[in-house]
């Protein structure tokens, strides 16, 4: 059990960074001096962004089924105010392709463009890492997955009443009893429910 929470561990680092790729292919897309050589094929900057979103996009529907597979549901709660999250935190990821298409790339020194954008993309991985919405993964979203941020209902706990980030394959209208839950962190929350 323990190799398996060091593992998922390690999954969680690479979800998160599956996240950020979007980031790479605008930066791979605007600059179409990009290519890599394999075997005497040329992939050009097209193809290999593709290549990118595919394996990202497969990735992180792995790291959700292991985790639909391998973790029971252990929490329940109830909620009083549900909210989508998608509206707020779409628009942080389109100022990250924005800092991306604004690194410049020059082809007489790639090594230096190629480590500013390291830099920065290593600094927006650490700030998400460090946030509540650091399990957001827009290729989620591309399998069904709807992200919440959800209001607990403290009236009959002794804990204040605080809000966590709930991902679900259901559309969640209403507030009710959530009984198929499974803790990810002390904030974010998976819902084990069968899928349609």
Same mark, same amino acid.
């Given at each position: %059990?323990?190799?398996?929470?060091?593992?998922? *561990?390690?999954? $969680?680092?690479? $979800?998160?960074? %599956?996240?950020?790729?979007?980031?790479?292919?605008?930066?791979?897309?605007?600059? !179409? +001096?990009? &290519?890599?050589?394999?075997?005497?094929?040329?992939?050009?900057?097209?193809?290999?962004?593709?290549?990118?979103?595919?394996?990202?996009?497969?990735?992180?529907?792995? &790291?959700? &089924? !292991?985790?639909?597979?391998?973790?029971?549901?252990? +929490?329940? %709660?109830?909620?009083?105010?549900?909210?989508?999250?998608?509206?707020?935190?779409?628009?942080?990821?389109?100022?990250?392709?924005?800092?991306?298409?604004?690194?410049?790339?020059?082809? /007489?020194?790639?090594?230096?463009?190629?480590?500013?954008?390291?830099?920065?993309? !290593?600094?927006?991985?650490?700030?998400?890492?460090?946030?509540?919405?650091?399990?957001?993964?827009?290729?989620?979203?591309?399998?069904? &997955? /709807?992200? =919440?941020?959800?209001?607990? +209902?403290?009236?009959?706990?002794?804990?204040?009443? =605080?809000?966590?980030?709930?991902?679900?394959?259901?559309?969640?209208?209403? !507030? /009710?009893?959530?009984?198929?839950?499974? *803790?990810?962190?002390?904030?974010? =929350?998976?819902?084990? *429910?069968?899928?349609?």
């Amino acid at each position: %059990m323990l190799v398996f929470l060091i593992f998922l *561990r390690c999954f $969680y680092f690479t $979800y998160v960074f %599956m996240s950020l790729t979007p980031l790479i292919v605008f930066f791979i897309i605007k600059n !179409t +001096d990009i &290519y890599i050589d394999i075997f005497s094929f040329k992939l050009n900057n097209i193809y290999l962004s593709v290549i990118i979103i595919c394996v990202a996009a497969a990735i992180s529907y792995l &790291y959700i &089924y !292991t985790i639909k597979k391998k973790c029971k549901p252990n +929490d329940s %709660m109830i909620c009083c105010k549900v909210e989508i999250a998608e509206p707020k935190y779409i628009p942080i990821y389109i100022t990250y392709f924005v800092i991306a298409l604004s690194i410049p790339y020059d082809k /007489h020194n790639v090594f230096y463009s190629w480590i500013i954008f390291a830099l920065v993309f !290593t600094c927006i991985y650490l700030l998400i890492l460090k946030g509540k919405f650091s399990y957001f993964n827009p290729y989620l979203l591309f399998y069904g &997955y /709807h992200f =919440y941020e959800i209001e607990i +209902d403290s009236t009959n706990q002794e804990f204040a009443g =605080y809000k966590i980030f709930l991902i679900s394959k259901e559309n969640i209208k209403d !507030t /009710h009893k959530y009984s198929t839950l499974i *803790r990810l962190n002390n904030f974010v =929350y998976f819902d084990y *429910r069968k899928e349609n």
